[in-house]
């Protein structure tokens, strides 16, 4: 095994034991589920603004990737503009996580963690940012992109 190779196990090592022990323990979490075909964990919790998100950690060479499907692209687009303009006045102050949007026109929370970086405190500060967005930015995000429009008098 090449030292490369043996980080790498000793990383998924690592993610495997603390998110099916300390993780998987927590109150807010509901699920915890590793698919080795594509090396990912699927971390999913519940939170009081929303009824549950999964946190995606895609294990790779050099970093752990991790995304969290935050909500679709309203159809208007002049809501989209709106939307995406609060998003990145949002990113401004975001540490571990950023605001983006996927090929599909969605918006995702995402970021990523060297592999020299990666700890058991860097796992939770991971799941506790994603968390903490979530239920800080999701029904604020809702009200922007999908509000219903205004009625106007005749």
């Not at 000793?10 to 590793?34: C, D, K, N, S």
């Not at 967005?133 to 219903?148: D, G, K, N, S």
Request: glycine share 6%.
């Amino acid at each position: 095994m090449t030292p490369d190779a043996a980080d790498l196990e000793a990383a998924r090592a690592l993610i495997g034991a603390h998110f099916t022990g300390p993780v998987r323990a927590q109150p807010a979490i509901q699920h915890v589920e590793y698919d080795p075909e594509l090396s990912r964990w699927y971390v999913r919790f519940g939170c009081d603004g929303r009824d549950a998100a999964t946190i995606y950690f895609d294990l790779h060479q050099r970093t752990l990737r991790y995304e969290l499907y935050f909500l679709p692209a309203p159809d208007d687009p002049e809501r989209r503009a709106e939307l995406d303009a609060w998003l990145l006045r949002r990113n401004h102050d975001l540490y571990g996580a950023r605001f983006s949007t996927g090929p599909d026109g969605d918006v995702y929370l995402t970021g990523r963690l060297a592999l020299e970086h990666l700890s058991e405190a860097e796992l939770d500060r991971v799941i506790g940012v994603l968390f903490e967005l979530t239920e800080r930015w999701f029904q604020a995000a809702v009200r922007i992109a999908f509000r219903p429009r205004a009625q106007h008098a005749s």
